[in-house]
């Protein structure tokens, strides 16, 4: 459900430069900022570009995705 949100114009121009370099909408990349910042409240012995890279490669679709194989495993 969306809601309307007053925000700061300046933090709505870095997002809306942000959004279109990450093919994302305004609002959606406010909302990464957003799950980001809290991952990192959460877990602040994590770096910031983990915790980025991390959820960035949980919203990509699984029929795209590489499965890990570990190279002990034999094929």
């Known amino acids: ?30 909302e990464f900022w957003a799950k980001v910042g809290r991952a990192a409240i959460d877990n602040p012995d994590l770096p910031v570009a983990f915790i980025m890279e991390s959820l960035a490669s949980l919203a990509e679709p699984r029929e795209q995705s590489t499965p890990f194989i570990p190279r002990s495993r034999k094929l």
């Open 1 to 30: 459900m969306g809601m309307p949100v007053r925000i700061d114009d300046d933090l709505y121009e870095l997002a809306k430069l942000e959004a279109k370099v990450e093919h994302r909408t305004i609002a959606g990349q406010i």
